[in-house]
């Protein structure tokens, strides 16, 4: 374990932020961006979409990812994506045939009252036409296609709609969870990407929570391809010794729906390649 989480663990003190007092969405959006923006004040904006690459601190790795992403290794994955779009006619389901919307997802659906996300209207689309559903929803073929269907949106910014009473519920419980201590470790993911960000953690930086969710998928070497947004999220409970959640369970949902509103106004960059 690296010396300065030992630290933290056995003092069994953090110092950092807590979760603000609840003054609505609109205030958390702010409060979130400002931070990172006073805390990196030679950042450009979009340029927090790099993930943990936008750091100074990364700043050899983001060399390397520049490099690998001039022949971007996923790029077979989303070809297979494209071609299961296509042979299924996926884009027949989404308005602009599944172009420049992913901006808006997670989105809650007032007829299902849940928060849907791509991988679940994807799944939705297919069961419409009489097709099974993709089983496994954190890589494989579900992947592809929501980093496919992503990529028809890619530079477009983020935007969610928050306004319905029962929307800001879902929010409310992705916002605990964000902030809530859990794990042997007992770290919620605001200490590691907003507390302790741009700090070493093995072989690791611990990126910035702004810019969270919008490369997924992602490739990774250490996942041998693609990976959706709810296997990070695994892996990072994971990474404090807490129990990870199934894709697409309600708590993996609404924590996507909190974590991207948190990321208004960036360009989405998926699909990207991460360490
Ligand atoms: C003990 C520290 C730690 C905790 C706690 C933690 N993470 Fe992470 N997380 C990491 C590390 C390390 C990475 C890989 C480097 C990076 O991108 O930050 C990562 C990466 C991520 C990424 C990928 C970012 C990208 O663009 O590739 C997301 C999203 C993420 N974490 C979300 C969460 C969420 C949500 C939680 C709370 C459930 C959480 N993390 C808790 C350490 C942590």
Not at 15 to 26: D, E, I, S
Not at 162 to 186: C, H, V
Request: proline fraction near 6%.
């Amino acid at each position: 374990m690296h010396k300065w989480l030992k630290a933290v663990v056995l003092l069994g003190v953090l110092t950092g932020l807590q979760l603000p007092a609840q003054a609505g969405p609109a205030e958390d959006l702010r409060a979130f961006q400002d931070y990172f923006r006073k805390k990196f004040p030679d950042i450009p904006f979009d340029e927090f979409s790099n993930g943990v690459y936008a750091l100074p601190q990364a700043k050899d790795a983001r060399e390397q990812w520049q490099q690998v992403m001039r022949m971007p290794p996923y790029e077979i994955a989303l070809e297979k994506g494209k071609e299961f779009w296509d042979q299924n006619s996926l884009g027949s389901c989404f308005k602009n045939g599944g172009r420049n919307i992913a901006q808006h997802y997670p989105y809650w659906d007032k007829r299902t009252h849940m928060v849907r996300t791509i991988e679940l209207d994807i799944n939705e689309c297919l069961r419409r036409k009489g097709k099974d559903p993709i089983e496994d929803l954190k890589q494989g073929t579900m992947a592809q296609v929501a980093a496919y269907m992503k990529s028809l949106s890619r530079g477009q910014r983020i935007k969610i709609d928050i306004s319905d009473p029962d929307a800001l519920e879902a929010y409310d419980e992705g916002r605990r969870f964000y902030w809530a201590k859990r794990g042997q470790l007992n770290f919620s993911c605001a200490d590691c990407h907003v507390t302790y960000v741009g700090k070493q953690l093995g072989g690791d930086i611990l990126g910035p929570g702004l810019g969270h969710t919008v490369g997924f998928p992602v490739y990774r070497a250490e996942w041998g391809g693609l990976g959706t947004l709810h296997r990070r999220y695994a892996t990072c409970n994971l990474q404090v010794r807490a129990a990870p959640f199934v894709p697409q369970s309600r708590q993996y949902r609404n924590l996507e729906f909190y974590e991207t509103y948190l990321q208004q106004g960036l360009p989405l960059a998926a699909p990207s390649q991460r360490r």
